[in-house]
């Protein structure tokens, strides 16, 4: 089972940054896709960002040219960098690993699952 520890999760005002981590310990990630789900309150779970092993991206079109996903391999952890943050982007945000490719934004596909870090956003 790979362990997933996310991080970086915090309460900002709407237009603000953030930046979010994930890191492994035991696995190395460069060899599984990677993805950033978020959750918020009473909905469901959603894809945000999927990065896979070749390096192709895929974003929700809700956070298109505010979010950018990257992984650093030395550091063995995945980045979400969230700019022009907005009200409705208030959830809890979770990565996810597979070791199978392409999986793109679908959630149910994803094997490994963080424990999630809480991002608020006020208007």
């Known amino acids: 089972h790979v362990q997933l520890v996310e991080s970086g999760g915090d309460s900002v005002q709407a237009g603000g940054s953030l930046k979010l981590s994930c890191a492994s310990s035991?696995?190395?990630?460069?060899?599984?896709?990677m993805g950033w789900f978020r959750q918020a309150p009473g909905k469901a779970r959603e894809g945000v960002a999927h990065l896979d092993t070749d390096g192709s991206t895929t974003y929700a079109d809700s956070v298109k040219g505010r979010f950018t996903i990257s992984k650093d391999n030395a550091k063995n952890t995945l980045y979400l960098q969230m700019n022009n943050l907005k009200a409705e982007d208030t959830a809890m945000y979770y990565c996810a690993a597979d070791s199978r490719w392409w999986l793109g934004l679908q959630t149910k596909s994803y094997t490994h699952w963080g424990q999630g870090t809480q991002v608020t956003v006020s208007p």
């Open positions: 035991r696995y190395s990630l460069s060899r599984y896709c």
